[in-house]
Every structure is written in structure tokens, then in C-alpha cells.
Nanobody, 118 residues
Framework: QVQLVESGGGLVQPGGSLRLSCAAS????????MYWYRQAPGKQRELVAG???????NYADSVKGRFTISRDNAKNTGYLQTNSLKPEDTAIYYC????????????WGQGTQVTVSS
């Protein structure tokens, strides 16, 4: 069984920063792409950023230049550095990973709350 656990969320003032982490554990042979999504109250879940195993990244236009996705393959951990945070970044942030156990499959974390407010 594979588990993804996010951490690092919290309350931050506009312009502040947070570093989110996503740690994968369990019977994992490999992790392919990793993603960060977010869901604000009353809105659909949206893709924020993604990173391949080799390190190729992509970002939503709304976070380009402010957020940076990265990963440590040896630790099966992904990160999202969020800078210059805005109130509209307030959401629950979820991690998703393409994980190989007995077969490839998508695994989601439980989410971590990010609140940007003065």
C-alpha cells in the first residue's frame, strides 16, 4: 500500500512564502511524474505544477515565476516552493504521483491547507 503525505501548509501573509512537501511511502518500485493540485472553496480542483522523473517541469500560468516544483527521487519526496503568495492562492493543496507498485497507478495525498491573509 502506498501513502502520500503532504505537509508545510499554514497561514501566511500576502507576499509570504511556504514550502510544501509530499512524502511517498510503502511498497514503491518507482515514481514517475509528480503533480501539485489545489482546490479553493467552491471551485474545481486545478493543476498547479508537474515534474517528470528526469526533472522537466510545467506550471499553471497563474503561478509561473512564483512557484517552483522539485523532487528528491532518493527520498520519494516532492516539493512545492510557493513565493509571493496572494490571497487567491488560498486553497487545499494536493499532491499526486504516478507510482509503480505491482502496476502503475495514480496516488493522491490528503491535502494541506494554505491560507494567505493579512
Amino acid at each position: 500500500q502506498v501513502q502520500l503525505v503532504e505537509s508545510g501548509g499554514g497561514l501566511v501573509q500576502p507576499g509570504g512564502s511556504l514550502r510544501l512537501s509530499c512524502a511517498a511511502s510503502g511498497s514503491i518500485f518507482s515514481i514517475n511524474a509528480m503533480y501539485w493540485y489545489r482546490q479553493a472553496p467552491g471551485k474545481q480542483r486545478e493543476l498547479v505544477a508537474g515534474i517528470t522523473r528526469s526533472g522537466t517541469t510545467n506550471y499553471a500560468d497563474s503561478v509561473k515565476g512564483r512557484f517552483t516544483i522539485s523532487r528528491d527521487n532518493a527520498k520519494n519526496t516532492g516539493y512545492l516552493q510557493t513565493n509571493s503568495l496572494k490571497p487567491e492562492d488560498t486553497a487545499i493543496y494536493y499532491c499526486k504521483a504516478q507510482v509503480l507498485t505491482k502496476a502503475w497507478g495514480d496516488c493522491w495525498g490528503q491535502g494541506t491547507q494554505v491560507t494567505v491573509s493579512s
